[in-house]
């Protein structure tokens, strides 16, 4: 008889496949479930984009295709190749064989499965106090321990740092995420060479280690289909791997994924969520297939619930009118069921609404109506994870190992305030002002979905991270205080399911380290590694009322600084080092959440606390701090201009990723292309950049050629008609006052056939690459379908960028834009 649980799950996973309008699309030659309905269809698969180019040939068998990945990965366990100690002699009868050792699994070693979820902020779980539906996350926690102080860094990347190396985030290399290198060892942008990730080190030890999901600790310039490779997850120990490398993906049609070392193009049917659970499931049972007698370290990495907000039909349809009542009245209900959980004392008080948040009641009806769409699009996402997890569950159980499987559960950082005051159908339209209540409203029906870059407002992160005060990007608990769950039925079976002790992502490392018996590596690629920084909690599994390992630790992100330290926390009221407004002290064992500021009553103790920071910045390589505002440092790349002029390309080619894509808006630049003579039938993409959020794109049809920049719901279209036998055609982008005034020429065979002059371009951050010939993925234009490749052929196009940097007036320029739209 099952389980009653299993039971359950085997119910619910039956009618979200009924719910539904499409299932996750499956990987080649698996079998992916929901619930007790399995799904097979060989028919859908994960060709290299070189392929859809008509380049190399399609994938193997899921066999060849763990062979292929294991030959560019981590060499794996190592076998005692000591002295031979047998006997050679000429034929196999005249000799006497020594057979190397085969590691044999010590029973005791756990499977190990990390699931990191993005900015899904410390109430989002039903378990720690939300009305969110999360049956599968809170069987978790009762089955397992739920921590109530735990720790991250503030944004994604710096948490992924700490909890790959074990290291605090700047002496990692990333001090903030990896837009570039900005020149000193604690902001890389990539993980420093010499600290092991926590996959080389279990590998070591005789693991086996899969990655699916979100990567984004390597270097932008670095993403590309030539790499450089040596910070891939390939190259980091993940024996497979199924990724992206930015900070955020479109959920429904991607074009930034791979597959170990290759970029792929995914199938018809994806949902990021869906298909990186169906990958990482895929890789356990392909494991106990093969490798059962090996334990496995498994790292899910959830691009959800980052922007942009999109979920099935179904899943929104499911949450409708749930968010009416506004988020004044859902963080209040959060908060007091956080005390009747036990989560928070009962004492607590709730802060102040974060500055700027408006209540509820003085929004106009239809602002409430879009805004409450945004959050059934949010909780819709949390589902989708939670749905996921159930089903993990059941595959571990199925395959006998969900008894001695480690599940940590944990975000990378609190609820996003990215949305702004006021959100948006589409986040990229916010350098030019941002999109009307009126434009969101008319794309009501399509926000959450496939053509739609939403993001909800503040006052929903604000809920999110109920009890504490602000959000990702600060170093107040809003921030950087997330929900821990540690699941491991052998070990730590306890009544007292609460853990009040205080964790910080990078103890996650040890602590696992130390279940599985493994030593951390001195060694690393010829180097001596860095000591890990934090510490086992693996005492604190097993016993409730074991010491605190951590009584101090420091934070800074963008410039906002803290420190945990005993009762107390110091925390910076600016991201301005030199601000004279200094800094708040709380006393988090009275006032949790930050709420009474004790600096003026207790200076002594602000400026030892000060004094103490400065010293573990010195230590953990946090100098230089970086105060520039985010969206400055975002572009700092950009506005210095780079240092690549010439581009040349011979289709077909993979896309570039936008990092290390050529910049196309935003710069002069000239573009020609070299094509076989025109005629009157050829018609299709010349070239794509971005999507229809953000992009620029050059096409053909019924004889005209067309330029677009778009930016939805704007978009500026220039044409002119095309003269057949043309062989060369050039299109000049001329900024007459960058980013926002300038001019179009268009040249066939070298010669002027048209000239427009715009006053108002459009500007920002691209997010889906440069693709040649074709545009797959999000279109940009909406007067095509699919990929709509060129049909004649193309020999070649070069592109020519304007790499002058910005100077200050243009950046001050750029970033106050002189309109708006009106919000």
Known sequence: MQPEWRTAYAMSFSASLILHAKPPSVLPNETTKLGNAPVSDSSKRYPSRRETLGGMAAFGSAAAAIGAEKSQAASGPKQNETAFKGKVGETFDESTPDYLPHRKKDPSQPNIVAIMVDDVGYSDFGCYGSEIRTPAI??????????????????????????????????????????????????????????????????????????????????????????????????????????????????????????????????????????????????????????????????????????????????????????????????????????????????????????????????????????????????????????????????????????????????????????????????????????????????????????????????????????????????????????????????????????????????????????????????????????????????????????????????????????????????????????????????????????????????????????????????????PIDSRSGRRKSMAAFLSGGTRSEWVFHPPVSVLLPEAAPELIGRSNNIEFSITPYEAQDEGVLFAYGNMFCGRVLYIRDGTLFHELALRPHSIIDSVSIPEGTQHITIIQHLTKRPWKGRYDILFDGKRAYRQHHDRLLFSRAMQGLQIGANHGVPVSSSYQHAFAYSGTIRQARFHLDTTPYTEKEIEYLLKPPFTSGR
Request: proline share 6%; net charge negative.
């Open 138 to 623: 809170d069987r978790l926690s009762t089955n397992g321990l739920q921590f109530t102080n735990f720790r991250t860094t503030g944004v994604c990347s710096a948490t992924r740092a700490c909890f790959l190396t074990g290291l605090n985030n700047h002496s990692a290399g990333i001090g903030w995420l990896t837009y570039e290198d900005s020149g000193y060892p604690g902001y890389r942008g990539r993980l420093a060479s010499n600290a092991p990730t926590i996959a080389e080190a279990l590998n070591d030890a005789g693991y086996r280690s899969y990655l699916s999901g979100k990567w984004h600790v390597n270097s932008a310039e670095s993403s590309t289909s030539a790499g450089p490779f040596e910070n891939w997850p390939a190259q980091r120990g993940f024996h497979r791997s199924f990724w992206f490398q930015g900070h955020s993906t479109d959920f429904f049609r991607p074009m930034n994924f791979f597959e170990g070392n290759e970029s792929i193009t995914v199938g018809e049917d994806f949902y990021a969520t869906h298909d990186i659970s169906g990958k990482a499931l895929g890789y356990v049972k392909d494991h106990m297939a093969v490798q059962p007698d090996a334990p496995f370290f498994l790292y899910i990495a959830h691009p959800a619930t980052h922007s942009p907000l999109q979920a099935p039909a179904g899943s929104i349809a499911r949450q409708r009118g749930r968010y009416d009542r506004g988020w004044d009245i859902i963080r209040e209900e959060r908060f007091n069921l956080q005390k009747e959980l036990g989560i928070i004392p009962a004492g607590t008080k709730l802060p102040d609404p974060n500055p700027g948040i408006l209540p509820w009641s003085e929004l106009e009806p239809e602002r409430q109506r879009l805004y409450a769409r945004y959050m059934e699009i949010y909780a819709a996402m949390v589902e989708e994870i939670d749905a996921t997890i159930g089903e993990l569950q059941v595959t571990l159980d199925e395959l006998g190992i969900l008894d001695n499987t480690i599940i940590v559960l944990f975000s990378d950082n609190g609820g996003s305030p990215d949305g702004g005051l006021l959100g948006s159908a589409n986040l990229l339209s916010g350098r030019i002002g941002g999109m009307s209540l009126e434009q969101c409203l008319d794309m009501f029906d399509d926000i959450g979905g496939p053509d739609s870059y939403p993001m909800y407002p503040a006052g929903w992160a604000a809920a999110s991270n109920t009890p504490y005060r602000l959000y990702k990007h600060d170093s107040h608990l809003g921030g950087v205080a997330d929900p821990l769950i540690v699941h491991w039925p052998k070990r730590t079976a306890s009544e007292e399911k609460l853990r009040p002790h205080y964790l910080h992502t990078i103890d996650l490392y040890p602590t696992l380290l130390e279940a599985a018996g493994v030593q951390p590596l001195e060694t690393i690629r010829g180097m001596k590694a860095k000591p890990l920084h934090g510490r086992s909690a693996l005492a604190t599994l097993k016993d409730a009322d074991s010491p605190e390992i951590r009584t101090e630790q420091h934070f800074e992100m963008e410039g906002s600084r803290a420190l945990y330290s005993d009762s107390w926390r110091l925390v910076s009221k600016s991201r301005d080092p030199h601000a004279a407004d200094g800094w708040e002290l709380f006393n988090v064992t009275e006032d949790i959440n930050e709420t009474n500021d004790l600096s003026g009553k207790h200076p002594e103790i602000a400026a030892r606390l000060v004094e103490r920071w400065e010293e573990l910045a010195r230590k953990y390589d946090v100098f």
